[in-house]
């Protein structure tokens, strides 16, 4: 046990935690910031968020008659401000614009109304323009909701088709747009690039260090034996465990500030723009990445640790790492964290490459382990 503690004394050192601190720095203001800054990030998901505020504690997931019924009075009485707004508005008047109705039939190529509707929703930024369109995106899409349903059913085939068509049968309709969840998304697949490269960072020289410095012999000559290489392995996966959870409490935490824990306990089929094999509440759906993030830390831990015992030095341990973190980064971030179980990836491929990196990596442990407990000291 004392061998356990002093190995894991040895990798958590102050020169490795200064280095982490500063990695996480800079990857936290590549990554994160502007996601924490700028959420809900430009018009009108900012508009679309706080009217998802306001409405999901009085109606929740799905939205009936009688409560479209009163979303549509909400809509009508921010209506009746615009119009207000363009009945003073003595351009409006020189435009022929007398309404809020009349604003909305402008086009893109009317020269001078054109001009005008670009200057008041980019210039003067009037917040109650940009809150109405959300409003009529969130209106559009429930009048929509059977039409939109029945066009996926006509353009997929197989197990999509049988989801949607399982929607449609049981009338689960989204109301809801996705900025919540797209931003989450988004952070949850930066949370786990940030976790896997401290970790890659934290393990790489567990071996590597000892097989620089030729004490590898002296290690399995010694009292413990080669126990030492179990010893150190237990100590660096009990290392990339601390610092996992770690990590991922601090940006979760941060994550947390968002405000967006009205949005937790509605399930997944209220989002509108992105539909997924399994319907779960959101807040299961964070649970789920984040228990997805710290099983892919772990097993990065092990290939890790395996990469630092083969390698014979710096240069090559870092010639190895590279195409590892990539392949985390460009495909297991990606494919198995940002789009988990989103319908239009094959519902087998979470599965079936988690269980194919789950054997890679424990063959390749194996053999590491098999090599160490056989290998020739002389």
Do not use: C
């Not at 997805?292 to 190895?320: C, D, E, K, Q, R």
């Amino acid at each position: 046990m004392r061998l356990f503690w002093f190995e894991l004394k040895k990798i958590f050192s102050w020169k490795l935690i200064l280095l982490l601190g500063i990695v996480n720095f800079l990857l936290f203001y590549l990554l994160l910031d502007s996601r924490l800054e700028y959420f809900p990030n430009g018009r009108p998901a900012k508009d679309l968020y706080a009217i998802e505020k306001q409405l999901i504690p009085l109606y929740g997931a799905q939205i009936n008659e009688e409560e479209y019924q009163d979303i549509k009075r909400l809509y009508e009485e921010r209506v009746r401000v615009a119009d207000k707004i363009f009945a003073s508005d003595p351009e409006a008047k020189e435009l022929g614009i007398s309404n809020y109705q009349d604003f909305r039939q402008i086009e893109l190529n009317q020269g001078e109304l054109a001009d005008y509707s670009s200057n008041l929703k980019f210039y003067e930024v009037k917040d109650i323009l940009w809150e109405l369109q959300a409003w009529e995106s969130l209106i559009e899409g429930y009048e929509s909701r059977e039409e939109s349903l029945e066009g996926d059913i006509a353009q997929t085939t197989g197990a999509r088709q049988e989801v949607f068509q399982r929607l449609l049968e049981n009338e689960t309709y989204s109301f809801y747009s996705d900025v919540v969840t797209m931003d989450f998304k988004n952070y949850k697949t930066n949370l786990a690039i940030i976790v896997w490269i401290s970790v890659a960072i934290l393990l790489s020289l567990v071996y590597v260090r000892d097989t620089r410095a030729k004490l590898v012999p002296l290690q399995y000559t010694s009292k413990e034996g080669r126990a030492t290489y179990k010893v150190k392995w237990w100590a660096g996966m009990t290392a990339a465990t601390v610092l996992s959870v770690a990590l991922t409490l601090f940006y979760m935490a941060l994550y947390w500030t968002n405000g967006t824990q009205t949005h937790f306990g509605l399930p997944l089929s209220s989002f509108g723009w992105f539909t997924h094999w399994y319907d779960m509440t959101f807040l299961q759906y964070i649970v789920l990445s984040i228990g997805m993030i710290f099983f892919f830390s772990l097993l990065l831990s092990g290939l890790s640790l395996a990469i630092s015992t083969m390698a014979p030095n710096t240069i090559v341990l870092i010639g190895v790492q590279i195409p590892v973190i990539f392949i985390m980064i460009a495909g297991v971030s990606r494919y198995l964290i940002h789009d988990m179980i989103n319908v239009f990836r094959p519902q087998v491929l979470t599965p079936v490459a988690t269980g194919v990196f789950l054997i890679a990596t424990v063959l390749t442990v194996w053999l590491v382990w098999r090599r160490e407990m056989k290998r020739n000291i002389i």
